[in-house]
C-alpha cells in the first residue's frame, strides 16, 4: 500500500485496585483518564481530537466532567473538558470531550478513550450496537478502560453480549 500504517492501534487499561467489580466508580475513573490524557497530549496537537466516551448515562457524564475539571493534575496544565455539544459551539484547543456513546454517534476523533464499556446485555440496550459506536469513533488510538473482568470478555474469542 505505500505506507507501514497497519490500523489504529488498542490499548486496555486496568485497574488493580479495582477487581471484578462491574462499573468503574468515578474516582478510579477520573484518576486513570486524567493520567491517559496528560500522556496523550504530548502526541496530539490539539486536546480537542481526544474524546472520553462513556455508557448511556449523562449524569455519570455529567459527574465525571466535573471531577476531571477539579483534578488538580489538568488543572496544573490548563486542560479542560465538556461535552461534545458544548465543545462543537465552543471549540477550545486545549479541551477535550467527554459524553455518552450514543451522544457521540456520527462524531470522529482522532483518539477516543473508552471508558467502561458495554459488556454484558441488558433488556434495553444493544449491546453490539453501543460498542460498535464507541469504538469507532476512533480514527487512529483507542483506549479502552475496564475491569479485569470488562477486558476478558471484551477480548476474548465470543466477544461482548
Same mark, same amino acid.
Given at each position: 500500500m505505500g505506507h507501514n500504517?497497519?490500523?489504529f492501534r488498542v490499548m486496555w487499561r486496568v485497574d488493580d485496585h479495582v477487581g471484578d467489580a462491574e462499573v468503574l466508580d468515578v474516582h478510579t475513573a477520573s484518576r486513570l483518564i486524567a493520567n491517559e490524557?496528560?500522556?496523550i497530549r504530548e502526541k496530539v496537537l490539539n486536546l480537542c481530537d481526544i474524546a472520553v466516551i462513556i455508557g448511556k448515562y449523562e449524569n455519570l457524564r455529567d459527574t465525571? /466532567?466535573?471531577s476531571l475539571n477539579c483534578s488538580?493534575?489538568?488543572m496544573q496544565e490548563g486542560i479542560t473538558c465538556c461535552d461534545a455539544e458544548e465543545n462543537i459551539s465552543e471549540h477550545h484547543e486545549k479541551r477535550f470531550v467527554v459524553d455518552t456513546i450514543r451522544r457521540t454517534k456520527g462524531l470522529e476523533y482522532k483518539v477516543v478513550i473508552l471508558y467502561n464499556p458495554p459488556y454484558r446485555q441488558s433488556i434495553e440496550d444493544n449491546c453490539h450496537q453501543l460498542?460498535?459506536?464507541?469504538m469507532s469513533r476512533a /480514527?487512529?488510538?483507542l483506549i479502552v478502560i475496564t475491569t479485569e473482568e470488562g477486558k476478558l470478555v471484551?477480548?476474548?474469542d465470543a466477544g461482548a453480549c
Open positions: 500504517i497497519g490500523g490524557i496528560l500522556c465525571l /466532567i466535573r488538580p493534575e489538568l460498542l460498535y459506536v464507541g /480514527i487512529c488510538h471484551l477480548q476474548s
